[in-house]
């Protein structure tokens, strides 16, 4: 019977603790929702590198634009590499269907031998 009371009573360090996240939770959605009347400021067109003026040449000799780094071209190169390879895998597999559906139908037919 006693254990079944201790495990019930909550220690005043416990008690603490959750009056504290109570007083934190009635605290912080008023600061949280708080509404700025601040806006947000447009980005001019040479932030973001649409002036298309080369102004440095890259380790890979090719000029950049204004606002691309190096990192972006090779960011760039390997996206339009798995664009190549997609496109390659796209038509070995549609060659394959073609043939395949070709070959079934030669099966298939009454005059084939």
């Known amino acids: 019977m006693s254990e ?5 009573v909550i220690s005043r360090r416990r008690a603490l603790s959750f009056l504290g996240l109570a007083a934190l939770a009635l605290g ?14 447009q980005p001019t067109p040479e932030a973001r590198g649409q002036t298309g003026a080369p102004t440095a040449v ?14 972006m071209e090779r960011r760039q190169a390997r996206r339009a590499g798995r664009r190549e390879r997609r496109a390659g895998r796209r038509e070995r597999r549609q060659e394959r269907r073609t043939g395949r559906r ?12």
């Open 28 to 41: 912080v959605p008023a600061t949280v929702l708080r509404v700025s009347d601040a806006e947000a400021q």
């Open 58 to 71: 890259a380790q890979t000799g090719e000029p950049t634009t204004v606002g691309q780094t190096a990192g």
């Open 4 to 8: 079944r009371i201790a495990s019930e």
């Open 102 to 113: 070709e070959r079934r139908q030669e099966r298939r037919s009454p005059g084939a031998t």
